[in-house]
């Protein structure tokens, strides 16, 4: 059965709204359309794929439609990323940062860098900023509220809880959705090389103590749905485990933009953490909020 | 494999999607495949003076024959003149991408038609 016209209509327009609501702040950075002048091909293509796997996983785990075959995921993924590259074209041109004297590279290139994130921001939208009774998700958790679903043809498939890996891949979606918007600026650069390392360990703990106070103490709706609460060893492993995806995340952002490009292996780890923490607060937050934006 | 369900909008935004996704790394893909690694090659060109208010100014255009973008060109251009201190103007292009060009002005309190112009790339990253 088709959703009707409308329907789609309401759920692009979310779309667009979260990828502009996230992704705005990219949008009016000037470090990022400087990473469109310089980026090499070669890595935009590399940026393009992972950005890809990280829609797939997220419609995937926390998409509209828990029952979505793979085909689905993947045309969804694939109109997300559309979507950004026509968002970010349109907000650059009205900005001003695409003008004729430029080449095609340049033009296309600025377009990319900028529009990766605003897919991952449409992907989030298109999901999370569901109103009452629009949305058509199949069930995901055993929930109290009664939900209306206007689409008799999505199927039921109940899951008491999102897997591990799902878990992973939406931590990572929100790691790299915060992270990404300060990796571009030179402030992460010049807290890396100014900072002491004993600084530097605060800024490790502090990323880490954020995880677990979000995971276990906060009143995010659903959190005890999806984070169960079974003592300190458990808090501690997840609290690591999402700092280390913080960590990862933070790297190849990082690594992206060239800001390991020439420096030594202290600087970019240095980097990596100071960067981690915005990383750690999208990763845990991610896991909650994503989530419980579908537990509603 | 479950059939797909869209409708005709949902198909449409699909193959507009797909058309610049594949669009976008098929030309990436052409781009890097052609792409070597030849250093920023800076050249600099002057137009044609022109009387200002005060003074002249001289169109510069900045080109890049190499294949990585030069960031913070700088570029001196001197207007050397008999019998009178030779005048240097400068000027800075935050960015001279790979292929592209960018362009300014110099300006000169005197005609630089009554001088000798030389141009100078001072440097780049």
């Known amino acids: ?296 | 494999m479950s059939e797909v369900k869209k409708n005709i909008l949902e198909w449409i935004v699909f193959a507009v999607s797909l058309v610049l996704v594949m669009g976008v790394i098929g030309y990436l893909s052409y781009d890097a495949a052609t792409l070597g690694n030849r250093p920023p090659d800076i050249q600099v060109l002057l137009g044609v003076s022109e009387s200002r208010t005060q003074g002249f100014a001289i169109p510069v255009t900045v080109r890049n024959t190499g294949e990585e973008t030069a960031e913070g060109v700088r570029v001196e251009v001197e207007l050397k003149l008999d019998g009178a201190d030779a005048e240097t103007g400068e000027l800075e292009f935050p960015f001279v991408p790979r292929g592209g060009q960018r362009e300014g002005f110099v300006a000169f309190k005197h005609d630089p038609n009554t001088g000798r112009l030389e141009t100078r790339v001072l440097g780049y990253e």
């Open chain 1, 1 to 296: 059965m088709h959703r009707s016209i409308a329907d789609s209509t309401r759920e692009y327009a979310r779309g667009i709204a979260g990828g502009l609501l996230f992704s705005l702040p990219l949008l009016y950075t000037m470090e990022m359309w400087f990473a469109g002048l310089t980026a090499r091909p070669a890595r935009l293509i590399g940026y393009v794929l992972v950005t890809y796997v990280l829609l797939l996983g997220y419609n995937r785990y926390a998409g509209l439609r828990e029952d979505a075959s793979f085909a689905e995921v993947a045309i969804d993924s694939v109109e997300e990323m559309g979507l950004g590259l026509v968002i970010a074209a349109v907000v650059l041109w009205l900005c001003g940062r695409l003008t004729g004297e430029m080449t095609n590279a340049e033009i296309v290139n600025q377009i990319v860098v900028e529009a990766m994130t605003v897919a991952i921001g449409v992907s989030v939208g298109t999901a999370q900023l569901g109103g009452e009774g629009q949305t058509e998700s199949g069930e995901r958790n055993d929930e109290d509220k009664p939900r209306d679903d206007n689409d008799g043809a999505e199927q039921q498939s109940p899951k008491d809880e999102v897997s591990f890996s799902g878990q992973l891949v939406i931590a990572m979606c929100g790691a790299v959705l915060f992270a990404a918007n300060v990796a571009p600026t030179e402030e992460i650069l010049v807290i890396a090389i100014e900072s002491s390392p004993l600084k530097l360990l605060g800024l490790s703990i502090l990323s880490l103590v954020f995880g677990a106070l979000i995971l276990t103490y906060s009143e995010f709706r659903g959190a005890d749905k999806f984070v169960r609460v079974s003592g300190a060893r458990f808090v501690l492993m997840n609290a690591f485990i999402t700092y280390a995806v913080a960590l990862l995340a933070s790297a190849l952002i990082l690594w992206f933009f060239g800001r390991f490009d020439g420096e030594s292996l202290e600087i970019c780890v240095a980097q990596t953490v100071v960067l981690g923490v915005a990383g750690a607060f999208g990763a845990s937050a991610g896991r909650l909020l994503l989530q419980a934006g579908n537990a509603q």
